[in-house]
């Protein structure tokens, strides 16, 4: 069993910058690809970023290709998501989540509590 919680979300101007955790307790961890999703008000939890085991291998989607960074910290369990230029669009609760396995997936078999994202004019 892994249990994942999230934090360091809030309430960021346009422009501005936040960076989400999530630290993850229970056994093999550092066995996972990690991933980090997002569900804005009245729209479908979409894929954000994700990174395999090592930390070598990320994905992103396009709308947040080049302003969003996932890395990790398999010492500290820890996942983070760096998001710059943040935009209106970019507001939405944000999950991280736990693959199956070291490899990159898009199937995940953790999920945390999410933490929301504000982002306002």
């Known amino acids: 069993q892994v249990q994942l919680v999230e934090s360091g979300g809030g309430l960021v101007q346009a422009g501005g910058s936040l960076r989400l955790s999530c630290v993850a307790s229970g056994r093999t961890f550092s066995g996972r690809a990690m991933g980090w999703f997002r569900r804005a008000p009245g729209k479908e939890r979409e894929f954000v970023a994700g990174?395999?085991?090592?930390?070598?291998?990320?994905d992103y989607a396009d709308s947040v290709q080049g302003r969003f960074t996932i890395s990790r910290d398999n010492a500290k369990n820890a996942v983070y998501l760096q998001m710059n230029s943040l935009g209106l669009e970019d507001t939405a609760v944000y999950y991280c989540?736990?693959?199956?396995?070291?490899?990159?997936?898009?199937?995940?078999?953790?999920w945390g509590q999410g933490t929301q994202v504000t982002v306002s004019s």
């Open positions: 990174s395999n085991l090592s930390g070598m291998r990320t």
């Open positions: 989540a736990a693959g199956p396995l070291e490899g990159l997936t898009t199937s995940w078999d953790y």
